[in-house]
Antibody, heavy 122, light 108 residues
């Protein structure tokens, strides 16, 4: 079964740090670009960051640039995001998602984890 | 690129037909426009790769179309399990991904 499982969420004080992990299984993890997407309570989806299959290309949303660092370990089928200088507005469910193409080249995030909750509060 | 979804909420009954709109602030490359469904407490689920290529397991009562700046998602006959929030998304290569604000389809 193709699966992504996030972990590492929790309660952290403003200014603190947290590292989220995402474990992939059931597919060739090293062949896919991966993304982090978050969802604040009661809000819509917000893309956070993406990393190419070999880590050659890394991108961030403006809202997290300079504070978050995405990385991956293909040998261990794992994706990470190191989150520093956390703010109340970073409170959200964080999802990892696999980036894929169908046979016609159309794009989509086709596999999602169940999410891990990050709460930034004093 | 900004994606505007309308309406924000739709109140409908099972069996009805519904069309959701996603409008981009500028012309986009079609193959990078995708649609997702999200139910309460669940992760999003991919409905369409590109604007009209159904993902695995998506029933054919769902259809997508569009090009340029205007895209639509149609559910031909609402089933109870279709009541959810629907998001469009654009992959603005290489460096950005944008989601629309979502349309909630609720039971009337």
């Amino acid at each position: 079964e193709v699966q992504l499982v996030e972990s590492g969420g929790g309660l952290v004080k403003p200014g603190g740090s947290l590292r989220l992990s995402c474990a992939g299984s059931g597919f060739t993890f090293s062949s896919y670009s991966m993304n982090w997407v978050r969802q604040a309570p009661g809000k819509g989806l917000e893309w956070v960051s993406s990393i190419s299959a070999t880590s050659s290309y890394i991108y961030y949303s403006d809202s997290v640039k300079g504070r978050f660092t995405i990385s991956r370990d293909n040998a261990n089928n794992s994706l990470y995001v190191q989150m520093n200088s956390l703010r109340a507005e970073d409170t959200a469910v964080y999802y990892c998602a696999r980036q894929s193409r169908d046979p016609y080249g159309n794009y989509g995030l086709d596999v999602w984890g169940q999410g891990t909750t990050v709460t930034v509060s004093s | 690129i900004v994606l505007t979804q309308s309406p924000g909420t739709l109140s409908l009954s099972p069996g009805e037909r519904v069309t959701l709109s996603c409008r981009a602030s500028q012309i986009v490359t079609n193959i990078y426009l995708a649609w997702y469904q999200q139910k309460p407490g669940q992760a999003p689920r991919l409905l369409f790769y590109g604007p009209s290529s159904r993902a695995t397991g998506i029933p054919d009562r769902f259809s997508g179309r569009g090009s340029g700046t205007d895209f639509t998602l149609t559910i031909s006959r609402l089933e109870p399990e279709d009541f959810a929030v629907y998001y469009c998304q654009y992959y603005d290569r290489p460096a950005s991904v944008t989601f629309g604000g979502g349309t909630k389809v609720e039971i009337k």
